[in-house]
């Protein structure tokens, strides 16, 4: 039976093999610290985090996740540890995104559970605030016995002042390490899908829509967050977060302001004027015994791009939680196999001659046994999202298609910004049979980092830096071609910076077909002029819209979505241009202009600092399949495969030339 504790309350432990799971609804960090029987903690080495996720006996999430599993073996603290605490930090206190205080989210839940999973003791932490940091609970030792205690200890100050009430000298600059590995685990993070239904319901068709942050949501953990004032005709929302908006009139109702404009809405506030969203397909009646057919577009939403779009990311969702289930459950399986054979070796009559041999047998027997279930799980729901995928796969339309979808050879130019891009795809090693689609999100929350620098692909093959730049070229091309082909004609614009024109073979694609706004710019001269005008056009949308004027931007002004392609970085480039490229990778994207870098990390750390917020403001992908993505929930390690064209395809030839004659259409 499940102990739910209130503050101060303590329970006795009867394992010494735990895990503590977090469930915050927002993206928290997780740490755990050591301490003596004062509660002090003695040094750096006494916390694991998420810059360093184990400890002797201790393991946590390498990442901020709204959810967590943190293990704990008791049996592996040194006899001067007499506490372990579990803390809690919103990412926003670091200077992060999201919230910055407890009070604006919900109460974080924390549960103690045995290897097994049955829960031992659990605590909703309640009543904070202004706390950006909190003590969740402590295990702790008394007479020779292990108990846990709720405890609910806020902190305004963030993890340096907790760290500091614990009495860690240094806990300042840990503080800064901590929000330093978490900065750098966004950089890598998948982004979040949005919720589902719930964990069992694979149908997905009876859920809501999700809200938009600008509806009252709860923005997940890389999602975009509110899309800032249109300016030059774009919208100020994308697909999805349009909904019913608010009428004015009835009990309870908001006053119009006075400076929003427009006419009042009259109509009844019981009446529902617009039209429900409608059913998704249906699937044929499967056989007796026999699970349900898979449906393209068989999630909610209000367009079959947007259940595509849900039913992608659902099957992300499901994928990453049974896969995490059978890690668990091997990890059970092992560790229960591990207890039985130390419990045999410590009985001196079972440790030769034929009894100890059959204890082994038998613990090796439980634990094939144990694997072999698991496995069987496993492969029956990685069955179904197979056949899922079969189906929704070539129902996706162009932006979430691979480039050998049969949908881009009858590719027309869009009139209206799609939902999200692929990227590429991801997969596990336990399930190599299906790929996820990678969708991202538009227009564009963060700027992209296309790594040059020398790999070892998992594949095995050799690639040398010569191939990786070429590769990370054509992957940088892939991705502009499908951000000129997703945007209607004339909103979206792609310059080239090419210092030394190395890059001239994998850019022409790009420069033959005339989509490029100009010839890529070369030297140090056409560095500054790019990049220049960029900044400018950044600081102008930013003056107008704090003005609350966008349409008082020159005559002539380009309002088209912007995209800044940096080949072969740091080369051609001086302090004041790395400066500006930093600039635009903060500043730019909410007034529309993007950054995709192509670099190699290591030929870029000679900037040192200077370099390092810029990196860790863009996504970073590779051009070869390299399992370094990282998702929101249980930080699997997945592996990214870029989207290359086929050797031998016409296909973006075909797209980009389709894209540059509706362009001069526009222009003309």
């Known amino acids: 039976m499940t102990a739910e504790l209130v503050r101060g309350q303590n329970h006795p432990l009867s394992q010494s093999r735990l895990e503590i799971r977090v469930s915050a609804g927002t993206p928290v960090v997780a740490v755990a610290a050591l301490g003596d029987e004062n509660g002090r903690i003695h040094g750096v080495e006494w916390v694991a985090h998420p810059g360093a996720p184990t400890q002797p006996g201790l393991e946590v999430s390498r990442q901020a996740a709204a959810d967590h599993r943190l293990a704990v073996d008791l049996d592996a603290m040194t006899d001067a540890v007499h506490r372990v605490g579990v803390l809690l930090a919103l990412p926003a206190a670091g200077g992060g995104p999201g919230p910055a205080r407890f009070g604006a989210v919900a109460a974080p839940f924390v549960a103690v559970t045995g290897l097994d999973g049955d829960e031992v003791a659990s605590y909703t932490i309640t009543g904070l605030e202004a706390e950006s940091a909190v003590v969740a609970l402590e295990v702790y030792r008394r007479q020779g016995a292990w108990k846990v205690r709720a405890v609910g200890q806020g902190y305004t100050g963030g993890l340096a002042e907790l760290l500091t009430d614990q009495g860690l000298p240094e806990a300042v600059s840990l503080a800064g390490t901590i929000n330093e590995a978490v900065a750098r685990g966004l950089a890598r993070s998948v982004q979040a899908p949005p919720s589902r239904p719930s964990d069992g319901d694979r149908s997905r068709q009876t859920a809501a829509p999700a809200l938009g942050p600008d509806q009252g949501g709860i923005a997940p953990q890389g999602a975009p967050g509110p899309v800032p004032p249109a300016y030059g005709g774009q919208p100020s929302g994308g697909p999805g977060q349009s909904g019913p908006q608010p009428s004015y009139g009835g009990s309870g109702a908001a006053e119009p302001s006075a400076t929003t404009g427009g006419p009042i809405n009259y109509s009844h506030p019981g009446r529902q004027n617009s039209a429900p969203p409608p059913p998704p397909p249906t699937a044929p009646p499967a056989q007796p015994g026999q699970p349900a057919q898979p449906v393209a577009g068989d999630a909610t939403g209000w367009s079959m791009e947007e259940r595509l779009y849900n039913q992608v990311w659902g099957m992300f969702e499901d994928l990453a939680r049974t896969t995490a289930a059978y890690r668990s459950a091997v990890d059970f399986a092992e560790s229960r196999m591990d207890k039985e054979l130390e419990q045999a070796l410590s009985d001196p009559r079972s440790r030769i001659g034929g009894r100890g041999d059959a204890v082994r047998e038998a613990a090796r027997a439980r634990h094939a046994h144990l694997v072999d279930q698991a496995r069987e799980v496993l492969d029956r729901d990685i069955s179904q999202l197979v056949a899922e995928a079969d189906v929704v796969e070539p129902a996706l339309p162009p932006a979430f298609a691979r480039w050998d979808n049969p949908a881009w050879h009858a590719y027309r130019v869009p009139m209206e910004i799609p939902m999200a891009l692929r990227l590429g795809d991801l997969r596990l090693p336990e399930a190599d049979r299906i790929r996820i689609p990678m969708l991202l999100r538009l227009p564009l929350e963060r700027g992209l980092w ?75 001269a056409g560095v500054t002029d790019v990049l220049s005008r960029l900044t400018q056009r950044v600081d102008l949308v930013q003056m107008a819209l704090r ?37 635009l990778a903060d500043e730019g994207p909410p007034v529309g202009v993007h950054l995709m870098m192509v670099a190699d990390r290591e030929e870029s750390s000679a900037y040192g600092p200077l370099l390092d917020p810029l990196w860790r403001s863009l996504l970073r992908l590779t051009p070869v399949p390299d399992s370094h993505l990282a998702d929101p929930w249980v930080g699997h390690a997945w592996t990214y495969e870029p989207p290359l064209v086929p050797a031998g395809s016409q296909v973006l030839h075909q797209v980009l030339t389709q894209v540059a004659a509706a362009r001069r259409a526009w222009n003309g």
């Open 450 to 524: 296309i790594d040059s620098g020398r790999a070892d692909p998992i594949d095995g093959s050799f690639t040398d830096s010569h191939d990786m730049r070429r590769l990370a070229m054509d992957t940088a091309v892939a991705h502009a071609a499908r951000l000129l082909a997703v945007y209607p004609a004339g909103e979206f614009t792609v310059h080239v910076i090419d210092p030394a024109g190395s890059g001239t073979q994998p850019l022409s694609p790009l420069t033959r077909t005339g989509v490029l706004a100009a010839p890529p710019a070369q030297g140090a």
């Open 547 to 583: 003005g609350g004027a966008p349409d008082a931007l020159p005559p002539g002004f380009d309002t088209s979505q912007q995209l800044l392609i940096v080949n072969d970085f740091p080369h051609g480039f001086d302090d004041r241009a790395v400066n500006q490229l930093r600039y």
